[in-house]
């Protein structure tokens, strides 16, 4: 078979977090692999990774942790006894290592193919037609070749959702990508969309020196998150200087010289106008099946674009699966890995499983916001009877130390059974704290369970077994 027609047992489509991860997995059950992923560096080389590690969660974090220092040199170090003069700031440094960051991953993933024997193709990968026991796939790249795959995983991802009367510029008007590379401090910035990316961004800029509004359509703040949790966070934020108006209509957006205007309707129903030097839109992501040619071989889609599957990310067509953002549930990169090893394995005749009851959320911002499982207004909205304990950590020895007490962490119990059906937390590491949570309901565990073991004094992870013994109001420490 000539190179152009080189054939493998499993051929992936897209090298973020849910691709690299099923291809490595496939490779590692005994399959010959191919993974194709189009995303260059800035010299024109391949970078896969996906959004996630090239413009989402890898860089976010960079800058999130860059400006948090900033932040904390500047207004909290000298509680510590640490006096600072002279604090500056060089953004093309701190720019610089978050690309480093952003390389290490890239060189990572490149890295991990090599170990594990998975083909990589620099290049966009796309249906050609069926073949006898698969499938052709383009590549078309710096040379244009087809591979021939008995199975194919699609694991596209997803694309920034856009306002209509507001495209992306990636200059004025921002996604993800452009709010992750502003060149200098903007004196006022406004974000649409109070979500994940941004809060985070939001938090990024303010840090940093930015007038920071943002704008949100829904009347109740992180509408998703346990309310007692998100109004904690807003109380949080509020008093950081973000400014967060709720239950707003957006109108016109104007670009000018010297930044834009955005025309909007407040909650009171009055007519405003906003003016920032930059316009971040965080609304939400759309599934990126452009330039799949999916309908060569008639794969299915549904209304919202997204690949239809089943309950094993099974496609509509035999040995054809979808995982991550690209397919329905959460659109996390957490999901999209564990969906890619359960696809791997279900191609080895293995029962690979996703439980998505026990998927953990996660805000980086400061105070973290994490959860899993069910929030208190959907267990009051289904009818069962739960109980709940919170600890804050105002009372947590450790927190007092690090000088961050904001927050608490919250349990919510099966009123007769005592099984966990949801841990939510705001404040310091909730990113890492709720780790012991997922693991808790993996198992079915009782918030008992967690009252019962030993956590080690003094540590943050104490408000979570206190948060346990309050289910039963027996807290020891508050």
Request: charged residues 20%; contains cysteine; aromatic residues 6%.
């Amino acid at each position: 078979m000539s190179e152009q027609q080189q054939q493998f047992d499993v051929v992936v489509i897209g090298a973020g977090p849910g691709g690299y991860i099923a291809a490595i997995r496939a490779a590692q059950l005994g399959f010959k692999v191919a993974c194709i992923d189009e995303w260059k560096n800035d010299k024109g080389g391949p970078a896969p990774g996906g959004t996630c590690t090239n413009v989402g969660c890898i860089p976010s974090k960079a800058l999130l942790q860059s400006s948090e220092h900033f932040e904390q040199a500047g207004h909290h170090f000298a509680d510590h006894g640490i006096g600072i003069e002279g604090l500056s700031l060089d953004l093309p440094k701190l720019l610089g290592r978050k690309d480093g960051v952003v390389k290490q991953n890239n060189e990572g993933i490149l890295y991990l193919f090599k170990k594990n024997k998975v083909s990589f193709f620099h290049g966009r990968g796309s249906f050609a037609a069926a073949a006898d026991g698969g499938y052709q796939i383009k590549v078309a790249g710096a040379s244009e070749q087809t591979l021939s795959g008995k199975h194919i995983v699609v694991s596209t991802g997803s694309n920034a959702r856009a306002l209509p009367n507001a495209p992306f510029d990636e200059e004025t008007i921002l996604s993800n990508d452009g709010a992750l590379r502003i060149g200098e401090v903007p004196q006022r910035l406004a974000l649409i969309g109070a979500g994940v990316i941004g809060l985070e961004m939001g938090s990024v800029w303010r840090r940093l020196g930015a007038d920071v509004t943002i704008l949100e359509g829904l009347p109740e703040f992180l509408g998703a998150v346990d309310q007692q949790i998100a109004k904690e966070a807003h109380k949080a934020f509020l008093k950081q200087g973000l400014k967060i108006e709720l239950g707003v209509k957006i109108g016109d957006i104007a670009k000018g010289e010297a930044g834009v205007t955005i025309a909007y309707t407040d909650a009171k129903g009055e007519s405003r106008t906003l003016e920032a030097d930059k316009l971040i839109v965080s609304i939400g992501r759309v599934p990126n099946t452009i330039g799949l040619n999916g309908e060569a071989v008639g794969l299915q889609l549904d209304e919202r674009g997204a690949i239809v599957v089943d309950a094993d990310c099974k496609t509509n067509l035999p040995n054809v699966w979808a995982v991550g953002d690209v397919v329905r549930g959460p659109m996390l990169a957490h999901k999209a890995e564990e969906e890619g090893v359960a696809v791997a394995e279900r191609i080895a005749g293995q029962h690979g499983h996703v439980n998505f009851a026990t998927i953990p959320w996660v805000i980086y911002t400061n105070p973290e916001i994490s959860w899993v499982g069910q929030t208190e207004q959907q267990l009051k909205a289904s009818g069962r009877a739960y109980k709940a304990g919170t600890f804050p950590f105002l009372a947590n020895g450790r927190a007092r130390a690090l000088g961050d007490t904001t927050g608490m962490v919250k349990f919510l119990a099966d009123a007769t059974t005592d099984e966990i059906l949801g841990v939510h937390i705001v404040g310091p590491q909730a990113s890492e704290l709720i780790a012991e949570a997922v693991v808790a309901m993996e198992f079915k565990a009782s918030a008992e369970d967690i009252a019962r073991i030993c956590h080690a004094h003094p540590s943050l992870s104490e408000a979570v077994k206190e948060a346990a013994l309050a289910v039963d109001k027996r807290t020891l420490n508050f």
